[in-house]
């Protein structure tokens, strides 16, 4: 059964990985600053880098429309927000906690404090700084994550700590459940203290290079004890922290009138409320007309609910409530489940909890 379910999951994550692009940035803490660095993936694991602005990062994180929230500063932070069109970065505010990895997701900002108490995963205010604990990862673990980012394909933050035991973790947002993935990366040291998910993939920076190491992926359909790829190092002769994001390439084309197009055909959104009891609703964008499937399964695979099944003639927005019963009306127990939204051929899986 174990094996039913990572195998089921796997083919989850796979449909939502499939075909996505984007741009790796990164940047180091440094006095003074080395120039931020970008690079396609082409050609990865021997990517290339190009320079870009220079300023202190020590954490980073993209927004969906690709733009860059960017923090400095040790033991308080000033939050910038940079469009990666050449322009310089845009202060924000002054962060209420010290910020060393940053991670957006559901249209939240989530900052990782190393001297705040509790120690823990804050949701940061971008326009005032104002930060509020929202997962406690440390109390019980001393646990310390240097490195953050969130993932879309499965809805979870994932952390690499260099306390307690060091390796990669995913991070339940709502019920603070951590589940190591992998052990450290395979370098002679084993610290990163940069992170960005993208591609259902978790990239590793600042990885403490000065002795020529290299940054390390891990692709999360693997499943638990994969295997780690190096791939090039920008910042070889830094010893430093910093911070990374992986900028999705949301938009790509033109139309007849020349507006840019999805790449993605569809969009399907976080249900609200999450944690939910005893409804909650979800929230989907499509892009283009087609043959559309919104369902339910349970960890184990199994569908539990259609909740719609039919061909759609135009684009746009839609919505369907789950109740928390499947296709007979039986109120499903408490747990995990996965909605999936499917466009023809394009599947996009979410993850949901319902509590009884």
Request: negative net charge; contains cysteine; charged residues 15%.
């Amino acid at each position: 059964m174990k094996l039913r379910i990572q195998v089921f999951l796997l083919v989850l994550l796979l449909t939502t990985s499939q075909g996505i692009a984007g741009t790796l940035f990164v940047g180091l803490e440094s006095s003074p600053p080395p120039p931020t660095q970008t690079s396609d993936l082409s050609g990865f694991p021997d990517v290339s880098w190009t320079p870009g602005f220079s300023i202190d990062v020590s954490a980073a994180a993209s927004t969906p429309d690709g733009e860059v929230y960017l923090c400095n500063g040790a033991f308080s932070s000033d939050l910038f927000k940079a469009d990666m069109d050449g322009h310089p970065p845009v202060f924000q505010s002054t962060v209420g906690v010290d910020v060393s990895g940053l991670a957006y997701g559901r249209d939240t900002l989530y900052g990782y404090s190393n001297y705040a108490t509790p120690k823990g995963i804050y949701s940061i205010v971008p326009s005032t700084g104002e930060a509020t604990l929202v997962v406690d990862v440390y109390t019980g673990t001393g646990f310390r994550f240097f490195a953050l980012d969130y993932n879309p394909d499965d809805d979870l933050l994932y952390g690499y700590t260099e306390y307690g035991n060091t390796g990669l973790y995913s991070i339940n947002i709502d019920t603070g459940e951590m589940i190591e993935i992998v052990d450290p990366i395979p370098a002679s040291n084993s610290s990163a203290r940069a992170m960005a998910c993208g591609n259902n993939t978790v990239y590793l920076l600042a990885t403490r290079g000065d002795d020529g190491v290299d940054c390390y992926a891990y692709d999360l359909s693997q499943g638990l004890d994969g295997q780690w790829e190096a791939f090039t190092n920008p910042y070889p002769q830094y010893h430093s922290t910093g911070g990374a994001a992986f900028i999705h390439d949301a938009l790509t084309g033109a139309d007849d009138q020349g507006l840019l197009i999805p790449q993605a055909p569809a969009r399907l959104m976080v249900a609200q409320p999450n944690p939910f009891n005893p409804q909650t609703t979800i929230h989907y964008e499509l892009f283009q007309a087609g043959n559309v499937r919104l369902e339910i399964f349970d960890v184990a695979g199994r569908l539990v609910r259609t909740l719609r099944n039919d061909v759609l003639e135009t684009a746009g927005q839609g919505e369907a409530v789950w109740n928390g019963r499947d296709d007979a009306g039986r109120e499903m127990p408490s747990g995990t489940y996965l909605y999936r939204l499917k466009l023809d051929g394009f599947a996009d899986t979410q993850r949901m909890t319902l509590v009884r």
